[in-house]
Every structure is written in structure tokens, then in C-alpha cells.
Nanobody
């Protein structure tokens, strides 16, 4: 069983920045393929960014050039650096881990972009 705990969400003005963190409970974190998803009110959950255990990354077009996903295997932690935030980035952001065919989710952290 893998537990994931997100943090770093909050209220930010358009154009601002936030950094989300996701702490994993297991020391085998380096083996996980990880991702950040988000779900806006009334919409389906969507993939925002992903990083493999080999640190290959990919992003949804809407966040390319603004968001950066990274991982620190020594700290068992996943990050999402979000810059130039827009109101349409408002959503609950979820951390996701895939390992040995199993999928794990955190409980999410709310990001609100509003003036």
C-alpha cells in the first residue's frame, strides 16, 4: 500500500505561482511512475503532467511552458511548480502513483486562481 499526501495548494492571483508537493509513504518511491491530475468543478479529472521512474516527463498542452513536474527520490516527494497561473487552472490537484500495476491516489489539494 502506498499513501500519497499532497500539499501546497491555496488561493493565488492570476499570474502568480504555487508549488505543489506530494509525499509518498514508501521508500520504493524511485520505482514509481508519477503524475499530477486535476479536476475542475463539473469537469472530468485530467492528466496535467507525468514523470516516469526514469524521469521522462510529459505535459498537457494547456500547461506546457508554465508548469514543471519534478521528483526528489531521496525525499520520496513529487513536485509541481506552477507559474503564470490562470483562472482556468482552478481545480483540485491530485497526485498519482503507478507501480507494479497498481494505481494510487492522494486526497487532493485545492488550487484557486482568482483576483
Amino acid at each position: 500500500q502506498v499513501q500519497l499526501v499532497e500539499s501546497g495548494g491555496g488561493l493565488v492571483q492570476p499570474g502568480g505561482s504555487l508549488r505543489l508537493s506530494c509525499a509518498a509513504s514508501r521508500s520504493t518511491f524511485s520505482l514509481y511512475d508519477m503524475g499530477w491530475y486535476r479536476q475542475a468543478p463539473g469537469k472530468q479529472r485530467e492528466l496535467v503532467a507525468a514523470i516516469t521512474h526514469g524521469t521522462r516527463t510529459n505535459y498537457v498542452d494547456a500547461v506546457k511552458g508554465r508548469f514543471t513536474i519534478s521528483r526528489d527520490n531521496a525525499k520520496n516527494t513529487l513536485y509541481l511548480e506552477m507559474n503564470s497561473l490562470k483562472p482556468e487552472d482552478t481545480a483540485v490537484y491530485y497526485c498519482n502513483a503507478v507501480v507494479y500495476g497498481m494505481i494510487y491516489w492522494g486526497i487532493g489539494t485545492l488550487v484557486t486562481v482568482s483576483s
